[in-house]
């Protein structure tokens, strides 16, 4: 009963206000998301077994990474610690063959990610 109270409650703030007033939901569902590293427009999918590509038609970014989006993101985000913690200049990203090329014009940091 209480259950039903919830989900009345939700649908009429829903109605009101014109928002998802369930938003844990949605913020779950945003971890697991990335945005391209190279078009920094279109999020990143997997589409296959170790295979990752931008859902921009203008990008058409494919990687080979073992582990998902999820990796992808934990070892950008470790690229963009370990550059961070030595230079302030933004890191600028690019395509290189079968990988993303992480380089900064300031200190000549490379990294790259992806790729066989």
Excluded: W
């Excluded at 999020?43 to 038609?57: D, H, I, K, N, P």
């Amino acid at each position: 009963a209480i259950k039903d109270i919830e989900d009345i409650e939700t649908e009429l703030l829903e109605e009101m206000y014109g928002v998802d007033v369930n938003y844990a939901e949605s913020m779950s569902v945003l971890e697991s998301q990335m945005v391209c590293p190279v078009c920094q427009v279109a999020r990143m999918e997997e589409t296959g077994l170790a295979l990752v590509r931008c859902r921009s038609q203008d990008c058409s970014l494919v990687l080979v990474i073992v582990g998902g989006v999820k990796t992808m993101q934990q070892e950008l985000d470790k690229i963009l610690e370990t550059h961070s913690a030595n230079c302030d200049q933004e890191l600028q990203f690019g395509k290189g063959e079968n990988c993303v090329v992480a380089m900064c014009d300031k200190c000549d940091f490379c990294y790259y990610l992806g790729g066989f």
